[in-house]
């Protein structure tokens, strides 16, 4: 059955700046909002959208974020014409190959879009976090009557250096791409987010395939081949949230917007543009009678009996007794014993931080690090983790590490 | 056995002892009340089933059924969408031969065909009153190993009182035992007013299913209409009815003071630890986690998903989506869905129902013996 547009979401990616974060998952699976993924946003989009067809292109350690699309049911995705599907990269018969650059993917894929013979193609990044409407943006790829557009969003001129920069005309026409250039010509960044149609698309990619030096990149090579042959091309403004996560900082500073949705823009409560996500079917969170809990977000099988100031606590987590904990992200599962001291760094899930460990500290001077703790890991009794530290292995009782 | 499942179908009464919480159901059933932050008193049994690989469960309503089928949809949060077995609601099927059932006989008459058409051996009945993390498996190997026709569940408790003001009606009968050394029940005694501790039978019974079918087709032409009542307990000499012994946590609800106990229990992490030994699964409402802005105050609380707190809350539970503004103060109190408390409302030993809103400055107090209970959707 024919979709007007499929979304093809890049999920590939390593996230290598999130070191201890990634180490054993993918990028978009790493934990936001006290309950989400990162790919819940864009998952969530698409359906608020309209977009009931997803194919989600992944290579990098996928086992935990296919474990948590898995039919996709959550988002409502899980339809009979459509629907969500993860693609890895696969075994044909002239050879198999990874997925070499982000044209590549969608190269490899071309077939499965084939499938729903759609006339656009949206492509989306894994590792935003954005509340966006694409069929907003979609209506204006067609008033435009345009081939090609991209989602960008207006930054500070000397910032501007460090983006993909769209110069455009008065009426929004691309006339010249910018790759963090020295001299930015424009402050419209490029959000990674592109419409296509499908038949321009599909020449370029397979053009882009032929051509032994391509980087096989959207940004480096389909979007310049798109310039140089003067294709009609638009760039769309989007000026609501939109934070791109990819490294320790950002995801820190992303978590802590949530805390105050009335001034950062990032609004979970949105009755009319829900973010959909597994849930963890725990039961409601308990406060004991010596808990002190102070603008923070709590989420479902939380056990707290101590201090917990502007942090993001996810499912499970517990805080026992004389433990503070402040200015922090905890994800899942985690524990953090009596008399701990946890403050101003991200806790992956499971982890345990043993009795009157010290975890992080808050910003003084020019030292403002946020510590971070990976996956299941041991922090023993009395063990004190400096603000810079980036912990991926157990620390004994006792020990330090900076 | 190659796989998980069990060999038993699952059958429960939604509306059972609907007549003991006249408020608490007047636009639901028993099953579908809301308890314990975010689950529904159904949510227990069901689960408890499917835990023990029962996966075919039939939920035979009476009346006011909607929350209960919008509460359930397709039985997917419990793993009940199945080829085969998965979950099967049965409405009362209206003709002129056909009334509302009152007794387990009537009801199981009326699925007669679907009994015989299933796979499994035994057939587990119970209501849905009583919050607990059940062993239906352990039920069954107990039931296997003592030869019994009928094996009931029973627990060793007093009657409770809202139980025995009712005796004399037959809206929400209820039985307790005389039980020999072999573990099997010489007497069945229906509203009796015995004090003291009596083994007091939770309604959960398991049963051969071709023998269930004789039974109900026999009865049923002799116009008998409670299973306990009108054939165990005159026949205790010719079927063999076996006691098994419950021990585990239970919340059952009796009443509206017993419905705010049982909810302040779970304040309590034992309680809470021994409810929930198990998973127990609900209805997915993709709720944001709470937020607690700054000048919250939160102690001894339990709380859902959802919920927004500005004011001071003490010794309560909130479901999902619960709102408390700036300066507003809940003590003792059972907050349902959504309800919303004003700014400056002060609340203490209140039930709200779903969506209820208190408007600010509003002061409304209840006791421990007799907490106030406000209707579904109402504005105070």
């Known amino acids: 059955m024919a979709k007007e547009m499929v979304a093809m979401l890049l999920a590939g990616g390593q996230g290598s700046r999130l070191y201890a974060l990634t180490e054993k998952l993918a990028k978009p699976a790493v934990p936001f909002g006290g309950k989400y993924r990162i790919i819940d946003f864009p998952l969530s989009n698409c359906v608020n959208s309209g977009i009931d067809t997803v194919g989600i292109l992944t290579q990098y350690q996928p086992l935990v974020l296919n474990e948590y699309i898995g039919n996709g049911q959550p988002w409502d995705l899980d339809r009979s014409q459509g629907g969500v599907h993860v693609l890895p990269p696969y075994q044909q018969a002239s050879g198999s190959d990874w997925y070499k650059g982000t044209a590549n993917a969608i190269y490899q894929n071309i077939s499965f879009i084939e499938r729903y013979n759609p006339q656009y193609v949206i492509i989306l990044s894994g590792d935003q976090i954005c509340k966006q409407d694409y069929s907003d943006f979609l209506k204006f790829h067609k008033e435009k009557d345009a081939e090609f557009s991209v989602a960008v969003r207006e930054v500070p001129w000397e910032e501007a250096s460090r983006f993909g920069l769209m110069v455009a005309d008065e009426n929004d026409k691309i006339t010249e791409f910018q790759e963090k250039p020295k001299e930015p010509k424009s402050n419209l960044a490029s959000m990674g987010i592109y419409i296509f149609n499908w038949d321009v698309l599909k020449k370029y990619l397979i053009e882009d395939e032929a051509d032994p030096e391509s980087e096989n990149d959207f940004g480096n090579n389909i979007i310049p081949n798109l310039l140089r042959d003067n294709r009609r091309m638009y760039a769309y403004h989007f000026n609501g949230y939109w934070k791109d996560v990819g490294t320790i900082p950002s995801l820190w500073e992303a978590n802590m917007e949530v805390l105050d949705p009335e001034h950062s823009g990032i609004n979970l409560f949105d009755d009319d543009w829900k973010v959909y996500s597994r849930n963890s079917g725990m039961t409601g969170h308990r406060i004991s009678g010596d808990a002190v809990i102070e603008n923070s977000m709590i989420t479902d099988g939380c056990r707290i009996e101590g201090n917990v100031k502007h942090s993001i606590l996810f499912a499970g987590v517990r805080v026992e007794k004389g433990a503070e904990v402040e200015d922090a992200v905890v994800m899942g599962g985690t524990t953090i014993k009596a008399g701990a001291v946890v403050k101003h760094c991200i806790v992956a899930e499971n982890v345990i931080i043993g009795e009157n460990a010290v975890v992080g500290a808050m910003p003084e001077d020019s030292e403002n690090g946020v510590a971070t703790i990976g996956f299941g890991v041991y922090v023993g009794d009395n063990a004190k983790i400096g603000p810079n530290a980036m912990v991926n292995n157990n620390v004994k009782d006792g020990e330090e590490e900076w | ?380």
Request: aromatic content about 8%.
């Open chain 2, 1 to 380: 056995m190659v796989n998980s499942n069990s060999d038993a179908l699952g059958i429960i009464f939604p509306n059972s002892y609907d007549a003991l919480v006249p408020e608490l159901v007047s636009e639901r059933l028993m099953a579908s009340i809301p308890f314990a932050s975010r689950y529904r008193l159904v949510d227990f049994v069901l689960s408890s089933m499917v835990n023990c690989g029962i996966d075919n469960i039939s939920l035979i309503v009476r009346k006011n059924y909607h929350s209960l089928m919008d509460h359930l949809g397709s039985g997917r949060e419990w793993d009940l969408v199945r080829k085969n077995g998965g979950l099967n609601i049965v409405p009362p099927f209206a003709n002129r031969h056909v009334k509302v059932y009152n007794g387990r006989v009537e009801a199981l008459a009326s699925i007669l065909h679907f009994m015989r058409a299933q796979k499994q051996k035994y057939v587990i009945m119970s209501d849905a009153n009583i919050a607990m993390n059940f062993d239906f498996g352990a039920l069954i190997k107990a039931h296997m190993k003592s030869e019994a026709d009928v094996t009931l569940v029973y627990r060793e408790e007093e009657t409770p009182a809202s139980l025995v003001a009712n005796r004399e009606s037959t809206e929400s009968m209820y039985y307790t035992f005389d039980i020999d050394e072999s573990g099997r029940v010489t007497k069945i005694k229906t509203n009796s007013a015995d004090a003291g501790v009596q083994n007091q039978y939770m309604s959960i019974a398991i049963i051969e299913r071709e023998k269930l079918i004789d039974m109900i087709t026999d009865g049923h032409i002799q116009g008998l209409i409670y299973l306990e009542r009108d054939i165990l307990a005159n026949r205790l000499e010719d079927i063999r009815v076996s006691a098994y012994k419950y021990e585990g946590y239970a919340a059952r609800i009796t009443d509206v003071q017993s419905y705010f106990r049982e909810n302040m229990k779970m304040l309590d992490e034992e309680n809470l630890d021994a409810l929930f030994s198990g998973p127990i699964y609900t209805k997915i409402r993709d709720d944001n986690p709470t937020r607690y802005i700054a000048g919250a105050k939160v102690s001894n609380t339990m709380a859902a998903d959802g919920c927004v707190i500005e004011g001071e809350v003490e010794n309560s539970v909130l479901f999902r989506g619960v709102k408390i503004a700036k300066g507003a103060k809940v003590k003792n109190c059972v907050l349902m869905q959504d309800t919303v408390v004003g700014e400056g409302a002060n609340l203490e030993y209140m039930i709200t129902d779903k969506n209820v809103t208190i408007t600010a400055n509003k002061e409304l107090r209840g006791s421990d013996s007799f907490p106030v209970y406000v209707m579904k959707k109402q504005t105070v």
